[in-house]
T-cell receptor, first 108, second 113 residues
Framework: GQNIDQPTEMTATEGAIVQINCTYQTSGFNGLFWYQQHAGEAPTFLSYNVLDGLEEKGRFSSFLSRSKGYSYLLLKELQMKDSASYLCAVRDRHKLSFGAGTTVTVRA | KAGVTQTPRYLIKTRGQQVTLSCSPISGHRSVSWYQQTPGQGLQFLFEYFSETQRNKGNFPGRFSGRQFSNSRSEMNVSTLELGDSALYLC????????????FGAGTRLSVL
């Protein structure tokens, strides 16, 4: 089965950096996704990791360590529009499982 | 390119009734998956369809079922509704499966009274 843990809430200041951690336990790991979900909207794709290491995409980066069952999403140069829920999702052989999400609040 | 379309957007039903939700995927996408989202449980995987066959399934009771048509459109059915089925039901499409990027629709908000 799946067990995915991520912090419930984080608060940061505009222009700062925030790191959202995700730990997971799974049988048959097949990739890890990060999605962003604004209140009242559908989740949208941010990043995907299947091999160990760092994936960088503009202000967002995601890291994966398969041996540790650990990933993080790094948000740099925070903007007010980055206030949202960030979902970690793990793909195993049979399904895609999501963490409960981390609500990030960006303050001016 | 049109996105994923879900209908209806809102639905109110009473306990014991059944409901059918519809999802039209992005053109060219062959995989459709369904999710239930609630404040307490978060986003939970229901099932995935590919080429009209259920390929993967989450841990939901048999009251939750679905199907996919030859044009990749999908429907989800919930029978004998319970109060706890009140949730946002999201559909997502992808090119070939759960290992690809999932593109989500806006969801159907179901309220069971």
């Amino acid at each position: 089965g799946q067990n995915i843990d991520q912090p419930t809430e984080m608060t940061a200041t505009e222009g700062a950096i925030v790191q959202i951690n995700c730990t997971y336990q799974t049988s048959g790991f097949n990739g890890l996704f990060w999605y962003q979900q604004h209140a009242g909207e559908a989740p949208t794709f941010l990043s995907y990791n299947v091999l160990d290491g760092l994936e960088e995409k503009g202000r967002f980066s995601s890291f994966l360590s398969r041996s540790k069952g650990y990933s993080y999403l790094l948000l740099k140069e925070l903007q007010m529009k980055d206030s949202a829920s960030y979902l970690c999702a793990v793909r195993d052989r049979h399904k895609l499982s999501f963490g409960a999400g981390t609500t990030v609040t960006v303050r001016a | 390119k049109a996105g994923v379309t879900q209908t209806p957007r809102y639905l109110i039903k009473t306990r014991g009734q059944q409901v059918t939700l519809s999802c039209s995927p992005i053109s060219g996408h062959r995989s459709v998956s369904w999710y239930q989202q609630t404040p307490g449980q978060g986003l939970q995987f229901l099932f995935e369809y590919f080429s009209e066959t259920q390929r993967n399934k989450g841990n939901f009771p048999g009251r939750f079922s679905g199907r996919q048509f030859s044009n990749s459109r999908s429907e989800m059915n919930v029978s004998t509704l319970e109060l706890g089925d009140s949730a946002l039901y999201l559909c997502a499409s992808s090119l070939n499966g759960l290992e690809n990027i999932q593109y989500f629709g806006a969801g159907t908000r179901l309220s069971v009274l």
